[in-house]
């Protein structure tokens, strides 16, 4: 089965494209492949209409918490909230969670899904630091074009299906909270260095292989890279191809996962007594 790990980014360029990596799993054996380095959308929009089958684990927030899509007004189902953010365009979209924010109390202005609970991840609603509002903004309207399923949000092409993936999740089971990526030139270091190394390892060895039950192959190299967009693309890659073996229809989703929100793939999140 041939298995997509994308690092995505809101803006893609030279300096930062959207990383994808392509694996191939047979059986429980994962192995890296080709590197792709997208700097434009439209490569993007490419790689997402490329035949099937397969799957592929991407970085950045399918959904916007319920409770926002309530409070808001957008309509509920998937589909239409994530046509209606794109119809307001990158500016207009802003505006809005901007103004949403505006003279709500601390700590009731970004709501986090229930997968973001679970898996320690900010909201997607996020528009500073890390942007993961404009990376839902720009993600996901391009998922619902390319026609792709999605489990539990949209049934699209079954030969072509998407998940969410989140990087930090696995390399937090594998090396703690220990910092291994930095885009900044002046703070990059060399315990960032050892923590990449180490985090590689450790997906290629027995940590991923007891949770994920996956045994992975991949080349020293992708741990060089110090903003690390390689190795979260080989990351995102494992939570898709642990989705894969769960099979439909859920792929790794809990049966109590909402149709509005989307859901993180990984077997961190699931209830004690699914396994």
């Known amino acids: ?5 994308i690092d995505f980014t809101s803006r893609p360029r030279r300096s930062k494209p959207i990383t994808a990596l392509r694996c191939c799993l047979q059986g429980n054996q994962l192995t890296a492949g080709e590197l792709l380095r997208l700097e434009h959308f439209d490569a993007f929009e490419e790689l997402l209409r490329r035949p099937g089958p397969w799957i592929a684990g991407l970085d950045f927030p399918f959904g916007q ?6 409070n808001i007004g957008w309509p509920p189902a998937w589909a239409d909230y994530v046509r209606l953010a794109q119809s307001l365009g990158r500016a207009g979209f802003r505006s809005a969670l ?8 601390a700590g009731d202005r970004e709501h986090r899904r229930q997968a973001d609970q679970l898996a320690g991840a900010i909201s997607p609603q996020k528009l500073y630091g890390v942007p993961v509002g404009l990376m839902f903004f720009e993600g996901a309207p391009r998922l619902l074009a390319c026609g792709a399923s999605i489990p539990g949000l949209h049934a699209g092409d079954p030969a072509r299906i998407a998940v969410e993936a989140y990087p930090g999740l696995l390399a937090r089971h594998c090396i703690g909270r220990r910092s291994y990526k930095q885009d900044t030139r002046s703070k990059q270091t060399e315990a960032q260095r050892q923590a990449r190394q180490d985090l590689l390892r450790a997906v290629c060895g027995e940590p991923v292989l007891a949770r994920y039950g996956l045994q992975v192959s991949a080349p ?3 741990a ?13 890659a494992v939570q898709a191809a642990w989705a894969w073996r769960q099979g439909p ?7 109590s996962a909402g149709t509005t929100e989307g859901w993180i ?4 999140l699931l209830p004690r007594s699914q396994p």
Do not use: K, V
């Open 265 to 268: 793939a990984d077997p961190g």
């Open 98 to 105: 901007d103004d949403y924010r505006s003279g709500r109390p």
């Open 224 to 236: 060089e890279d110090p903003g690390a967009d390689t190795l979260d693309a080989l990351l995102c």
């Open 249 to 255: 229809p859920q792929f790794g989703a809990p049966l």
């Open 1 to 5: 089965m041939q298995i997509w790990g």
């Open 220 to 222: 020293d190299d992708l």
């Open 65 to 70: 918490s319920s409770r926002f899509i309530h």
